[in-house]
């Protein structure tokens, strides 16, 4: 049974940065493409970034672009989001996300289209 597990959420101030982690078990980590989503109070799940199976495509929301950055380690099982000059805007819940795909290169921005979810990661910026 695929199991995925974030880690690194907490409260930093305006500007700061924080690394999520997600590490996957119960699936093959190197066929899945890999999906951060966030959802803050009273709002609707959104996409925030995406990285490919093969690690080599990458994708993110307008919101975050040139500020996040994410990554994977396919020998850990691991994604990651490096989130730098965070803003109160991104405080959410940050959940990460896998597709099963065929395509090495492909990242997906859809909620409906991930297979598996993450129990999340708080994240709280204070201004």
């Known amino acids: 049974q695929a199991e995925l597990v974030e880690s690194g959420g907490g409260l930093v101030q305006t500007g700061g940065s924080l690394r999520l982690s997600c590490v996957a078990s119960?699936?093959?980590?190197?066929?899945?493409?890999m999906g951060w989503f966030r959802q803050a109070p009273a709002k609707e799940r959104e996409f925030v970034a995406a990285?490919?199976?093969?690690?080599?495509?990458?994708s993110y929301a307008d919101s975050v672009k040139g500020r996040f950055t994410v990554s994977r380690d396919n020998a850990k099982n691991a994604v990651y989001l490096q989130m730098n000059g965070l803003k109160a805007e991104d405080t959410a819940v940050y959940y990460c996300?896998?597709?099963?795909?065929?395509?090495?290169?492909?990242?997906?921005?859809?909620?409906?289209?991930?297979?598996?979810w993450g129990q999340g990661a708080q994240v709280a910026v204070s201004s």
């Open positions: 996300a896998s597709h099963n795909t065929f395509t090495s290169s492909a990242t997906f921005n859809r909620l409906d289209e991930y297979d598996n």
């Open positions: 119960g699936l093959t980590f190197s066929t899945h493409a």
């Open positions: 990285v490919s199976r093969s690690g080599t495509s990458t």
